[in-house]
């Protein structure tokens, strides 16, 4: 197939990376620690690790997983919000053969246990915050060892303190009963004993057993092997690079570790390019994360669109210093053209929106970082990608026909963990992974979704994408937030039916149909309009339609 977007390329970026530049993604960390061993590393609640710092903290929890005997690419759950043990199990996990489960800490027992018991996994480093959930299901488990972990674990005497205040005071640690769980520092200590036995790390080896579709469905493992990943950083660090400068990359990250965008943009990427990542352990408590914003001269933020819909409705985010930064990226989820627009008025940047899945590693398209405007695009392939658009019938549809996105590279996963039929779905036989995601591309080789596949609403055969209609309302000054569902209509089969969250109390459902009958076309606008206090989200902010489906369902059999 024609790589028509390589001509849109930006100067410097490579067409092709080399995959196999490296065997592990434990061998891109030694080279990173050796080579930063003096540079900050990541930085959490007033306190920064050095990358040589984070060398012997990760050798010694690599360490003391060895001495627990347990086998190469024996599973590994990490359940933690951004605090600086996250990375330290990671990298530990990492270099001593294992493989990595991150696991969500806001899960429910019931989540918790589907994931521990289908992953297998052996080891679980929790935060005590959190204990009392696995404590309801660990005995069902196949869990042989629970490291507990504090919020002040690694911050010296103000750890002491931390703790206090978190357990005592806020009373943020719910009671729990673990009685054969060892303490994180206990397990450095005990690690700093043993030495790191070297482990022959593959690419085929599986780094990562990063779960998705727990909003759809039962979550599965996606096997990103050592391969995958750094394929991955790869391919981001080359897009990265030309942008970045002399100056040491501090970057910010609001979006949990735990979480495959921030997983691989933030945590592993900049530990492969020397740089320093600012942990926010809650992004939800705003006014909270501009003072921590206020304190660092950050080159880079990522972030998803709601995160920066309520940073920039924040007076005091307003008063930041933005001389210092060279990049903002929006992911997880589709970046609002409104956002876009407030973000580039009031930092001086676009805000860059790049697009992937767990199941790609994630980073399979990217817009250029020196985009001049927005351009309701998810951007070009990333170096070594294919981006082919399927219509049904599995043939490619041409240049500026919609299709489902199907993306072929390096960063595609090995398939799911124990489910071959779902896999063999997934992937097709030329290597092609299904996203589920409609859309097209452009001549120029930019590629604009159009909506998910399974939330579409077709209006009296008239496809409605949620997104086009969201990004509307969006614009409206009186929105805050909003979110577009079908429901079943009698005459028409499905109709459009609007959630809004208010910026403006003063705002009417008058005021909405007015701005809708301006901007859309008949069957688009909303038939049914219900304003909201808030609207349900992921972990890291997406908003869920699903959710609202569900409520949806469950009142109308209510009323049937």
């Not at 040589?52 to 690599?62: N, Q, T, V």
């Not at 806001?106 to 929790?126: C, F, M, N, W």
Request: proline letters at 6%; aromatic letters at 8%.
């Amino acid at each position: 197939m024609e790589k028509i977007w390589l001509k849109s390329y930006p100067k410097n970026v490579p067409a092709e990376i080399r995959a196999d530049s490296y065997r592990s993604v434990a061998q891109v960390f030694d080279e990173s620690v050796r080579k930063y061993a003096d540079k900050p590393a990541y930085h959490n609640m007033g306190h920064t690790i050095t990358f040589g710092e984070l060398d012997k903290y990760a050798r010694d929890f690599g360490a003391w997983l060895q001495a627990q005997g347990l086998a190469k690419g024996t599973r590994v759950a990490i359940m933690m919000p951004n605090v600086l043990q996250y990375p330290i199990c990671i990298f530990g996990a990492l270099r001593a053969g294992y493989t990595v489960v991150n696991v969500n800490p806001l899960y429910t027992p019931r989540e918790l246990e589907h994931q521990l018991k289908d992953s297998g996994a052996e080891v679980i480093v929790i935060l005590e915050n959190f204990a009392a959930t696995l404590q309801q299901v660990l005995a069902s488990t196949p869990v042989k060892r629970v490291v507990l972990a504090a919020l002040g674990d690694l911050l010296g005497f103000k750890g002491t303190i931390v703790n206090l205040v978190v357990r005592h005071v806020k009373k943020m640690v719910p009671a729990f009963s673990l009685p054969a769980a060892i303490r994180f520092n206990v397990a450095l200590a005990q690690g700093a004993q043993h030495e790191l036995k070297p482990v022959d790390i593959g690419p085929d080896d599986i780094a990562f057993l990063q779960y998705t579709g727990g909003t759809t469905g039962v979550a599965k493992g996606a096997m990103l092997l050592h391969r995958n990943i750094v394929a991955n950083l790869e391919q981001v660090s080359a897009w990265f690079k030309p942008y970045l400068g002399d100056e040491s990359i501090v970057v910010i990250a609001p979006l949990p570790l735990y979480h495959i965008f921030a997983l691989t943009a933030n945590c592993l990427t900049f530990m492969k390019l020397g740089g320093c990542n600012v942990l926010i352990t809650n992004p939800r408590d705003i006014p909270a994360f501009v003072k921590e914003l206020a304190k660092h001269k950050f080159n880079a933020i990522t972030g998803v669109n709601t995160l920066f819909n309520a940073l920039l409705n924040n007076p005091e985010f307003a008063k930041l210093d933005f001389s210092h930064l060279r990049f903002a990226i929006g992911g997880g989820m589709a970046v609002q053209q409104a956002v876009a627009e407030r973000w580039k008025k009031l930092t001086g940047h676009v805000l860059v929106e790049g697009y992937g899945l767990t199941e790609t590693s994630p980073v399979a398209t990217a817009n250029p970082l020196d985009l001049a405007e927005w351009n309701g695009s998810i951007g070009l392939p990333v170096p070594s990608t294919e981006i082919a658009v399927k219509g049904d019938d599995g043939k490619i549809r041409p240049v500026g026909e919609v299709g489902e996105i199907c993306i072929r590279g390096p960063q595609v996963m090995k398939g799911y963990w124990q489910r071959p039929e779902d896999t063999a779905k997934a992937i097709d036989a030329q290597g092609f992974f299904a996203t589920g995601d409609i859309g097209y591309m452009d001549e120029q080789g930019y590629v604009r979704i159009v909506d998910r596949k399974k939330d579409m609403v077709l209006v009296s055969g008239f496809n409605v994408y949620p997104n086009e209609v969201e990004n509307v309302v969006a614009m409206h000054p009186g929105v805050l937030e909003c979110a577009v569902i079908g429901v079943p209509d009698e005459k028409s089969g499905e109709v459009v039916k609007l959630f809004i969250v208010k910026k403006d109390p003063a705002l009417t459902e008058a005021d909405v149909r007015k701005h809708c009958e301006q901007h859309l076309t008949g069957y688009k606008r909303p038939r049914y309009i219900e304003f909201r206090d808030e609207l349900p989200k992921t972990n890291v902010g997406k908003i869920l339609r699903r959710a609202l489906r569900d409520e949806e369902v469950a009142k109308r059999k209510k009323a049937a």
